[in-house]
């Protein structure tokens, strides 16, 4: 069946971790009759959770795309999970989704992750509605779970239902929009309608004028037509609903209860009614023009892939959405990132994990795609002779890092190969082969998210690879004056080799003063590639060396600055001043300045009190009241300095500066202090030096590492 644009709804159910996504989108199948019984997380055979990795755990770690029939729409559903280290997966379905349905749950409140995940919905613009789900739950709290809701995400949180009887004897909602009350039989799906109860009316009543005054507020017609009647018809409050919705005036809440199955079929019914269309949304805005694309079928065909994942068999499955035009069967299109021509030989829509191939997918709809050539995530295609680039998704910086080594050093080239696909294809991870810690690193959203790649690549290409810690990016740096000379003297048989070289090298600061004693001929101030300045003068009077020689010197510096005297890591801010020397006519070349000038300054480091600088991180941490205790007790452990603490919400933030090599595996720890209900992020704030002892044992490591070698 080909759906027009404007009865396609694309909606992302999104919330925190276990609030029961996965188990609504089972509920919004089975009320649709796409499916004939409903699965559950625990059972492991949902619709949405079909990899092996999400039955085993009982959460969702991808996306899933499938779909619903109700009443005039297809209802695209994207359920999201909840994990913050899977956020990635959160960000691409709402680059396509055009409603948000906010899952809340009636136990818990307003927790981590959905603050996390609004933060995205605000970014992106999205409508959104709330769900308050578990009503059934004989902890669930709706009008506590409202409340939270309201003040944390404002006043246009609206209020549409509220259960009768929320805990374990739930079965009944009244809706204020509709003025009646729903009654659910024990097996739930489609419920008694039934007249309110008197006890109810004033409730219910005043609930549904603060909806018509919220529909009526944006449409200037509607608000006359309320003041003068003091209500307003049902079509004209979906009409005002609608605009408001679609422009983020209002957030309606609903509530439900999805292991019961009560109170999906009324929201899909809203989504249809009310939740605009893909062409009710603003157009599309394009990469480098201010021209916009808006949503028309009968436009010229754009897709937008915005995800890529690798299946065994079957390789790349690209998910799509169509912003232009129709996209039908065998169509070719121009990938604008690498002008590769891409047939689309077979389209489908999804349904979890069960593909269904279409003729034609209409802008707004969104479809699944195998066998391109050359396309993944971010791509736009077009139709030969257009040349547009949808704004691509912007995925946040990681937040974790380690080290990786397959068991087998021979594997290497195979790992490689494999975290390169997996890369491709999750743009929240990278692969970085470190040249200065001699390691190869993955960066992640955390450490969930690095466990699942290790155990996706050793079960889907048979390789495994260990978890390291990843070494530290130290830096040496001095912290006083210090002369030195070195002569390079070498008498083998035939040409001698002759180089003498004077230095004296200080900390180096922006601005200081010129050497005392010496006259400075040239300066070279130079910024290193790995941050810090090398500032090189030269101060040779008479002649005693060439200044044809002043390269080679400056270049043994800089060997030796590469490979830092203490522990091999990079120098810094240092400035080294020649100042007298003496040369050969026949012995003297480039290598032996070369030479003499790297062991001048290995010795003048060392008499300079050298320095380990190590990195520091800012950390911002959001936790409740309960964990701060925890959380401050633990950072105290990790050399941590408190900057700042204050409340935020109702949430404690703390800010804490605290160097890198303190937090490795600091998100797991974080998550069990907290039992995942704070969240962090950290930033590189500076170098800063490390306490005596951790030089010395850093110093020692060295050595009897460079013995080994
Ligand atoms: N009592 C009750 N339990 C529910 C309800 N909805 C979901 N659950 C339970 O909550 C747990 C988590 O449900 P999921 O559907 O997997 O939650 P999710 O939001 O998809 O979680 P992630 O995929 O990790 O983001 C399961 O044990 C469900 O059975 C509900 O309405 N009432
Ligand atoms: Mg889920």
Known sequence: MIFDTKNIRNVALLGHSGCGKTTFSECMLFEAGDI???????????????????????????????????????????????????????????????????????????????????????????????????????????????????????????????????????????????????????????????????????????????????????????MEKFFEEGSLSEEELAEGLRIAIANQEIFPVFCCSSTRNMGSGRIMGFINDVCPSPADRPAARLEGTEKTLPCDAEGETTIFIYKTISEPQVGNVNYFKVYSGTLNNSDELINVKNRSSERFGQIFIAEGKNREQVNQIKAGDIGVTVKLKNAHTNNTLNVKGVDRKIRPIVFPEPRIRVAVAPPNKADM??????????????????????????????????????????????????????FMRPRISYRETITREADTMYRHKKQTGGAGQFAEVHMR?????????????????????????????????????????????????????????????????????????????????????????????????????????????????????????????????????????????????????????????????????LRSLSQGRAKFHQEFAEYSPVPHDIQQRLMEEYETEAAEA
């Open 505 to 669: 090298i200080e900390p180096y600061s922006e601005g200081m003063p010129d050497p005392h004693g010496l006259s400075v001929r040239n300066k070279d101030i130079e910024e290193l590639p790995w941050g810090g300045k090398l500032a090189f003068y030269w101060c040779i009077v008479g002649g005693s060396i060439d200044a044809k020689y002043s390269n080679a010197i400056k270049k043994g510096i800089l060997s030796k600055m590469e490979e830092g005297p203490l522990t091999g890591s990079y120098c810094q801010d240092i400035r080294v001043c020649i100042y007298d020397g003496k040369m050969h006519p026949v012995d003297s070349n480039d290598m032996a300045f070369m030479l003499a000038s790297t062991q001048a300054f290995k010795q003048a480091f060392k008499e300079s009190a050298p320095q380990i600088m190590e990195p520091i991180y800012t950390l911002d941490i959001l936790c409740t009241d309960e964990f701060m205790g925890d959380i401050m007790g633990d950072l105290q452990t990790r050399r941590a300095m408190i900057l700042g603490m204050g409340a935020e919400g109702h949430y404690q933030k703390i800010t804490a500066k605290a160097p890198l090599a303190e937090l490795y595996q600091y998100s797991s720890t």
């Open 36 to 222: 004939t019984r409903r699965g559950t997380v625990e059972e492991g055979n949902t619709q949405s959770d079909y990899t092996d990795l999400e039955r085993e755990r009982g959460n969702s770690i991808f996306s899933a795309l499938m779909h619903a029939e109700w009443k005039d729409s297809k209802i695209n559903i994207i359920d999201t999970p909840g994990f913050d280290d899977f956020i990635g997966e959160v960000i691409s379905a709402l680059k396509v989704a055009d409603t948000g349905i906010m899952l809340l749950n009636a136990k818990n409140g307003v927790e981590v992750g959905t603050e996390i995940i609004w933060e995205y919905v605000d970014q992106f613009e999205t409508p959104a509605i709330f769900v308050i789900n578990q009503v059934d739950h004989e902890k669930a709290d709706f009008d506590a779970t409202l409340e939270q809701a309201k003040n944390r995400f404002g006043h246009k949180i609206i209020p549409v239902q509220y259960p009768l009887n929320p805990g374990t004897d739930f079965n009944t909602i009244v809706d204020a929009l509709r003025m009646v009350m729903y009654v659910f039989p024990p097996e739930g799906g489609k419920p008694e309608k039934q007249d309110i109860p008197d006890s109810e009316i004033s409730r219910a009543q005043e609930m549904h004028n603060a909806l018509v005054e919220a529909a009526a507020e944006n449409d200037e017609g509607l």
């Open 413 to 466: 080239e195979k790992l490689m190969k494999a975290l390169h696909i997996i890369e491709e294809e999750d743009p929240t991870l990278i692969v970085e082969q470190s040249k200065a810690l001699k390691q190869t690193l993955l960066h992640g959203q955390g450490q969930l998210h690095l466990e699942l790649i290790k155990h996706r690549i050793e079960s889907n290409y048979g390789v495994s690879m260990d």
